[in-house]
């Protein structure tokens, strides 16, 4: 579904991203690993429109990400949940999801998405219309994600979404996208907490100082040395 070839992504004189090459086939979750400030944001930011790389492809389903604009990007059916949640604050949560919506005028349809948000989300449906600035952290996270499936995306790019959460949280949103992709949808999971990333992916990319080091199954990169000392505590 989406294939980045030599991606290369410049802050200035910075070269941030180095030749990155990953791919993501239907069907799977790829986790994309690495340390803070190892480029993994960055990367998710080239793929949806959000920065300009200086050279490189990135194709998802036969659409040049690279000449196309963020805005029709998600409605080829590639949706971000960006890093920090990002919700919009000073909005209810029923009103975050149908900015979700916004390329739908199908009111059916959305009304049907919107049931199977809730459905992932109980939570959500019970505090529709309070304002989402007032949500925990697990909730706006909650939020971020069921805003990014009003979309219907096919394929989900999800930056961090274990961030600032307490340890039983982060166990329930990954429960959560491990269900999501049961239902159909193809994720692209970037995470500092490698070991809960790659124990519900199927394969993996580390991720160094702006260049990919090891990939690979999930399950192989679990039991690997270089990946057990430098992320896994081991």
């Known amino acids: 579904m989406l294939r980045v070839d030599n991606l290369n992504v410049y802050y200035g004189m910075i070269h941030a991203i180095k030749d990155i090459s990953l791919e993501v086939n239907k069907g799977e979750i790829v986790s994309l690993v690495g340390a803070n400030g190892a480029g993994k944001t960055t990367t998710l930011h080239a793929i949806s429109g959000l920065l300009k790389p200086r050279s490189g492809s990135a194709t998802y389903l036969q659409h040049n990400l690279l000449t196309t604009p963020a805005h029709k990007i998600v409605e080829c059916g590639l949706s971000h949940v960006p890093e920090g949640r990002r919700v919009f604050s000073q909005m209810t949560v029923m009103e975050n999801l149908e900015m979700g919506a916004y390329i739908s005028k199908d009111k059916a349809r959305n009304q049907k998405i919107l049931a199977n948000v809730f459905e992932h989300f109980p939570r959500l449906e019970e505090r529709k219309r309070q304002l989402a600035g007032t949500l925990s952290g697990g909730e706006q996270q ?22 600032g959460l307490s340890p039983l949280l982060v166990k329930e949103i990954f429960k959560i996208i491990k269900e999501l992709n049961d239902d159909g949808i193809t994720i692209l999971l970037v995470e500092q907490n490698a070991k809960q990333a790659l124990s ?35």
């Open 142 to 163: 909650m939020l971020a994600i069921g805003r990014a499936m009003m979309a219907n995306p096919d394929m989900l790019l999800l930056d961090e979404p274990s961030m």
């Open 200 to 234: 519900i992916a199927h394969r993996g990319y580390v991720l160094e100082t702006g260049k990919i080091v090891l990939s690979g199954n999930a399950a192989e990169l679990l039991e690997n040395d270089a990946v057990k000392k430098a992320y896994l505590g081991g």
